[in-house]
């Protein structure tokens, strides 16, 4: 049986690479509403929102992003999923995480969960992975 997405049952998810496993589930009830992810004892928090909007942004895309996935206090490589999570043109006008300090890697959680949902395609590698909508 699938995870509901809830505190009571988060969806169990990895990183592209493999190298980390990880949980997530909805907050709607936080404000603004949540996405929450627990990292062993870190918890990251992004705007709920990003699931559908990160989605739209690929479908935009149509081919395949670098993830780029960096720490809040490094620079996002351009053109990525970190870069896009984090610009002032983006739908949240620009930050998706919402915990100072903890508001990185967008690129590195955001990606798998969308995979889970059927909603990408996201590569496997040790290095440089790659994410894209799901052509219709």
């Known amino acids: 049986m699938a995870a509901e997405g809830t ?18 589930y909805r907050d709607p009830e ?20 990003a699931i559908e909007d990160l989605s739209a ?11 780029g ?15 896009w999570g984090r610009d002032p043109a983006n739908p949240v006008s620009g930050w998706y995480g919402l915990r100072k300090g903890y508001r990185g890697r967008f690129g590195m959680y955001l990606p798998p969960l969308l995979e889970k949902l059927g909603l990408v395609e996201l590569t496997h590698e040790k290095r440089n992975n790659m994410v894209r909508a799901i052509p219709n």
Do not use: F
């Open 7 to 24: 505190k009571e049952d988060p969806w169990a998810l990895v990183t592209a690479p493999g190298s980390s496993e990880y949980s997530m």
């Open 69 to 83: 996935a960096a720490d809040e206090n490094k620079p996002a490589p351009e053109g990525s999923v970190e870069a």
């Open 30 to 49: 936080s404000d603004p509403p949540a996405l929450i992810c627990q990292v062993g004892s870190t918890t990251l928090k992004y705007h709920l929102r």
């Open 57 to 67: 942004w690929l479908r935009e895309q149509q081919n395949w992003v670098p993830l």
